[in-house]
């Protein structure tokens, strides 16, 4: 098993330009989630989803936009980038709430 | 909301030591995770635990859920567990939502 995967690993970005995350999963969880790690902060969900078709805001959603159309697949779309968007990105699943799998996480700076 | 707070930030131990790092909580859980991450690498899952303790190899994790901390212990240090410790914890009632602690950056000397 691959685990959870994420492209690209690092990514520059102009302002106002947009990009999609990938995230992807073979493990058949229902459970996906988005966060942002930003330096000295904790990490923050940014979206999540519970199941194909199902997906829900988290703490910090304004800017970004995701879709579920698959179990395996949770692409996250950045539109208009802004430099406060810089962070890195870590996909992750889970079997319904329990323990969290990571992706290697995406660095993405906006300029 | 949950303010999950960490202690020490920084660590800095000689191979060898016993080592601990706190985490405490201000509302009730359901469960709290330990987490690992490597220097510019990915987010490990260590442990997930609702009461107790858990041990695996040299790490073990214990839960006071009265006093709202817990506590991951590492025995015999060695260089390799040099990496940023997070604690997570899932509040009672969530299915999914995990308010996460800073983290504490652990160094280990040889």
Not at chain 1, 12 to 22: D, F, N
Not at chain 2, 3 to 17: H, I
Request: glycine share 10%.
């Amino acid at each position: 098993n691959a685990g959870v995967t994420q492209t690209p690993k690092f990514r520059i970005l102009k302002i106002g330009q947009s990009m999609t995350l990938q995230c992807a999963q073979d493990m058949n969880h229902n459970y996906m989630y988005w966060y942002r790690q930003d330096p000295g902060m904790g990490l923050k969900l940014i979206y999540y989803s519970v199941g194909a078709g199902i997906t829900d805001k988290g703490e910090v959603p304004n800017g970004y936009n995701v879709s579920r159309s698959t179990t395996e697949d949770f692409p996250l779309r950045l539109e208009l980038a802004a430099p406060s968007q810089t962070s890195v990105y870590f996909c992750a699943s889970s079997w319904e709430g329990y323990e969290q799998y990571f992706g290697p996480g995406t660095r993405l700076t906006v300029t | 909301k949950n303010e999950v707070e960490q202690s020490p930030q920084n660590l800095t131990a000689q191979e060898g030591e016993f080592i601990t790092i706190n985490c405490s909580y201000s509302v009730g859980i359901s469960a709290l995770h330990w987490l690992q991450q490597h220097p510019g690498g990915g987010i490990v899952s260590l442990f997930m635990l609702s009461s107790g303790k858990k041990k695996h190899g040299r790490l073990i994790a214990t839960i006071n859920i009265q006093e709202k901390h817990s506590s991951l212990h590492i025995t015999a240090s060695h260089p390799r567990d040099s990496a940023v410790y997070i604690c997570a914890v899932k509040e009672g009632g969530s299915n999914y939502k995990l308010t996460f602690g800073k983290g504490t950056l652990l160094t280990v000397n040889p």
